[in-house]
């Protein structure tokens, strides 16, 4: 037991030192619009099965995309949740193809039981993030046989640190809500350069936000058993949408490195917002040994106001599907308590480019759950492929091959032991 609770400290002290330095997790140009990439909102298991979370109960991970599925756990258990992904992404616009390599921090949470009918659950994840480095030349129309290079750059993202409850009202009902504060940096930069006698003079445009707020979620699961041996679970969530609290910060400057830069500072307050959200979900099991779902989120982009226009964002939705099975949890071989998963998922993003949704995103995602040899903790480990193809010719398709390790540290901190 204490080998695995230092453990358990190492792990957690690795990633939070990880997550508060690492910031460039995506080289994705589209990172340029809005807030970024979104980051999936789902644990090792869902991240395997397409991402569907609403409607799953499981007593193994912590499903935080959800908070009615708290309930799931075991009264005796304290959960400890973690996960990180490696990836390589090519990028081509039919003419200039790149690759990239970026590690990222998933998620860190913890579960354990209030009380007979309620749960309660703290953790931290990303919500987006930023990272891109773009450059073009072109001709200078002012100064024959001269040319001018203009350079993007963005940086940052935001995070969430939650705290939420979930209970049973009825045996086969329960309900339950996150409040998550909502923080992080995200900064855009333009610069254009020219020469002029010899000497590069250019302008630099900085635009920098810095967003501390709130987040809210309520969710809902109906368990309904068909017998013995089946049984399905409904879930729904709902996130109301508002504006977010910021300070923002728009620098000019103008000049060259030699004699140094003119510079024009401007500190505001931008109007930005987070979207109402609404998600359901659909689970069937069977035998306790195989599960199949099917999710739909919807998520109303096209009323957030972004920097002060209106209309910077489209309507996002996204379709999961996902099954996990598991050969015979009685058995004796080791092979037959590992957990199979696989899914896929469809999402058309949030942001705009030129006007019109950006890309059509996909993924394809597939893994397993190891269980550790004499106790309840479980290593999980998925590969999703996912796919960007964007809207138009011109625009950047992305292919992406990802690994996500999770780690769930399943022990019974509440049991205790009965001396004769």
Same mark, same amino acid.
């Given at each position: 037991m204490t080998r695995y609770r230092q453990t358990l400290l190492v792990l957690?002290? +690795?990633i939070i030192s !990880? &997550? +508060? &330095? =690492?910031? @460039? #997790? +995506?080289n994705s140009p589209y990172t340029r619009? !809005?807030?970024g990439q979104l980051a999936d909102q789902g644990s090792g298991n869902s991240k395997a099965m397409g991402g569907i979370a609403y409607g799953l109960r499981d007593r193994s991970h +912590? @499903?935080?995309a959800n908070p009615a599925a708290y309930t799931a756990v075991d009264s005796l258990t304290f959960m400890f949740d973690g996960g990180i992904s490696l990836q390589n992404t090519n990028f081509s616009d039919g003419i200039v193809?790149? @690759?990239?390599? #970026?590690?990222?921090f998933d998620y860190i949470t913890m579960l354990f039981r209030l009380s007979k009918r309620g749960a309660m659950s703290i953790g931290m994840l990303p919500y987006s993030n930023v990272g891109y480095s773009m450059e073009s030349y072109n001709e200078n129309e002012e100064f024959s046989g001269s040319s001018y290079s203009t350079k993007y750059s963005g940086e940052g993202g935001l995070h969430q640190l939650y705290v939420g409850a979930g209970f049973k009202i009825l045996e086969n009902l329960s309900v339950g809500a996150n409040i998550s504060y909502l923080w992080g940096d995200i900064s855009h930069s333009r610069n254009i350069s020219f020469p002029?006698? !010899?000497?590069k003079y250019g302008s630099i445009k900085q635009e920098s936000m810095s967003v501390q707020s709130y987040?809210?979620?309520? !969710? =809902?699961?109906y368990t309904q058993q068909f017998g013995k041996k089946h049984s399905a679970t409904l879930g729904v969530v709902f996130s109301p949408g508002h504006n977010l609290s910021n300070e923002s910060t728009v620098t000019n400057m103008m000049g060259n490195p030699s004699n140094g830069y003119t510079t024009n500072s401007k500190d505001t307050t931008l109007t930005l917002g987070t979207p109402i959200t609404l998600g359901a979900g659909v689970t069937y099991t069977y035998n306790n040994r195989l599960t199949v779902g099917m999710d739909v989120m919807f998520q109303k982009w096209g009323d957030v106001t972004f920097m002060n226009d209106p209309d910077a964002f489209c309507n996002r939705t996204k379709i999961s599907v996902g099954a996990e099975y598991i050969p015979n949890e009685m058995g004796r071989s080791y092979f037959s308590h590992i957990k199979y998963r696989l899914g896929a998922y469809y999402s058309k993003p949030y942001y705009k480019v030129r006007g019109m949704s950006a890309a059509n995103e996909y993924g394809l995602t597939a893994g397993f759950a190891l269980p550790l040899p004499r106790n309840r903790s479980v290593i999980s480990l998925s590969a999703q492929y996912v796919g960007m193809q964007g809207a138009e010719s011109g625009f950047v398709n992305e292919n992406t091959l990802r690994v996500c390790i999770g780690v769930t540290f399943n022990e019974r901190w509440f049991w205790k032991r009965k001396v004769e």
């Open positions: 957690l002290l +690795t !990880g &997550v +508060t &330095v =690492a910031q @460039n #997790n +995506t619009y !809005g807030y +912590t @499903n935080f193809k790149r @690759n990239a390599k #970026n590690s990222s002029l006698d !010899g000497t987040k809210l979620d309520f !969710g =809902a699961q």
